[in-house]
């Protein structure tokens, strides 16, 4: 496992496919039926299929994130068509590329084997809990992971343009993210000019290069959006309403650091997956607080050109971590790269059992692999799957009563009808249904305003679905209802128009209930 800084060796080449195998054996079932996920990026590839049937994103229908997670699926689906295939691929690809990207970094930071331990950790210890995604919190990092490249090579103006660039590329997706990148980029520029004696007019230049990179690249990537909804419309979907009311919803604010670790320690997975998600949750930022105390410790005893590329990192990750609005192993894993490879840095610095590193790392690598594999021959064979084909193709799916949902409504409805769900978009993308209304997440608090509550009740009553996806739960008198609490005038429409669907097979009180429109039940009996 010898390796240089720059060269690309055999062993880097067959990590490179056996993360590429291990991600694809997580989201295929041999030879090539996708298991099915729900999470964040079922909202994305719907808002892409509704771009390619001619809606239009800010003005008929919400989405407060940049729009290059919908850009994405969209050009995706325009080359290939719209199967759901493509998104598990793509996150295959995604985290294939992060993975070679997280290595190269890596071997440019330090010297030795342990180059190889960041990138096989955040691989094999991490993606199968952490990283099945392919929202904008996955596709983001790649390009700041780009720019971090590009400036541990050189730092000339082409360079720094260029990072500027890709960081606006990362922002196209998750618009803080990218942000605060290039912010970063342009601080570690002013501390590597001061520690070089440059001139404040050297430093303002390139900080400006950094900048007017960014600003001109995110300007032309978000300029189709701005003309098309309008400046005002694509500014108050996108920044105003995410600064004021995206922390109402739990999973966007500091407390859900504990919700997720109670999570999993209470989970069936508790001996697979608590030990990488204190790893994450405590390992990212703790890394970052070593570092820095080394720094000040011991400075004095090296030159600035032996901290500097450290310090690039570190830099880069304190602002990563720092906007991380909802700190959580999940969040954290995302942009774990750098604090991982300051981690092994460290262990560098210190000589560690410096003797053994290339037996040791070759261990810990061999013990990673096996235990995938171990966990990817669990899942390849399975015996509880059940499949599900729609215009959107076939995928696997463990049975569940949630899951329950999509059975049904694949029973009783036809591709492109219109149904109403909440809280969270699942069924309308699988299914190649339409959303009744012109937003997709209604939630008991302030992150879903009165006057998305007062138009979902006028579209509902435009499209009457006949089908809705409903909390009883919600279901509760105006004066019992807690702050912020805007649901109200959307549960009496339910309560109005539609029951509940009697289906005996399920639980006594499940946690996604189906009402079918009052009208329509008359109307077959």
């Known amino acids: 496992m010898v390796s240089t800084r720059r060269s690309i060796t055999f062993t880097d080449i067959a990590a490179l496919a056996a993360v590429g195998v291990f991600v694809y054996l997580l989201l295929f079932k041999l030879p090539f039926t996708p298991f099915y996920i729900e999470d964040d990026h079922l909202i994305f590839v719907d808002n892409a299929a509704r771009m390619l049937g001619g809606e239009r994103l800010y ?43 997280a290595l190269r970094i890596s071997k440019r930071v330090i010297d030795g084997p342990l180059g190889y331990m960041p990138p096989m950790l955040f691989a094999f210890f991490g993606l199968r809990w952490f990283g099945l995604d392919g929202s904008h919190r996955s596709l983001s990092p790649v390009f700041i992971w780009i720019a971090l490249l590009l400036l541990l090579k050189a730092r000339t103006p082409i360079i720094l343009a260029i990072a500027g660039a890709s960081c606006a590329a990362s922002a196209f997706f998750t618009q803080q993210r990218g942000l605060v990148a290039a912010v970063a980029i342009a601080v570690f520029v002013a501390v590597d000019n001061y520690a070089r004696s440059e001139s404040l007019k050297k430093t303002v230049k390139d900080v400006a290069i950094v900048g007017i990179s960014f600003g001109v690249t995110l300007a032309a990537l978000c300029s189709y959006f701005i003309a098309t909804a309008g400046l005002g419309n694509f500014l108050a979907s996108t920044l105003e309403y995410p600064s004021k009311y995206y922390h109402y919803d739990p999973s966007n604010n500091p407390g859900v650091f504990l919700r997720h670790l109670r999570y999993t320690f209470s989970s069936e997975a508790l001996t697979l997956e608590f030990v990488p998600a204190l790893f994450y949750a405590f390992g990212v930022p703790i890394a970052l607080i070593v570092f820095f105390a080394v720094y000040l410790r011991y400075r004095k005893q090296h030159d600035w050109e032996f901290w500097r590329t450290p310090m690039l990192v570190a830099i880069l990750a304190v602002f990563l971590v720092l906007s991380t609005t909802a700190p959580s192993q999940v969040r954290y894993f995302p942009i774990a790269i750098p604090s991982l490879v300051l981690t092994f840095w460290l262990v560098n610095f210190f000589g560690v059992l410096k003797r053994y590193q290339l037996l040791l790392v070759r261990i810990a690598c061999l013990c990673l692999i096996a235990v995938s594999a171990f966990l990817l021959i669990k899942i390849q064979r399975r015996a509880d799957y059940k499949s599900l084909t729609t215009t959107r193709g076939t995928m696997l799916y463990v049975q569940s009563d949630a899951m329950e949902r999509y059975a049904f409504l694949n029973e009783h409805t036809k591709p492109g009808d219109f149904v109403f769900e909440t809280p969270f978009p699942c069924v309308y993308f699988m299914l190649d249904l339409r959303n009744a209304s012109r937003y997709s997440q209604f939630v008991p608090s302030e992150y879903t305003r009165p006057e998305q509550v007062f138009a979902a009740v006028n579209d509902l009553e435009i499209t009457r679905p006949r089908y ?31 029951e509940p669907v009697d289906l005996t097979a399920r639980p006594q009180n499940p946690s996604i209930e189906i009402w079918q429109r009052k009208d329509d039940i008359r109307q077959f009996q």
Do not use: C, H, M
């Not at 919400?62 to 793509?90: D, E, R, T």
């Not at 004066?479 to 609490?485: H, I, N, S």
């Open 59 to 101: 003005i008929d229908f919400f989405q407060f994130s940049f729009p290059g997670g919908q850009v994405f699926y969209l050009l995706l689906f325009a080359i290939f068509g719209v199967k759901y295939w493509l998104l598990n691929f793509a996150i295959v690809a995604t985290w294939t590329l992060t993975f070679w990207l």
């Open 468 to 498: 809705i996806l409903w909390s009883g739960k919600n279901n509760v008198l105006d004066a019992e209802r807690q702050k912020g609490d805007n649901l109200g005038p959307l549960s009496k429409y339910i309560l109005d128009k539609y």
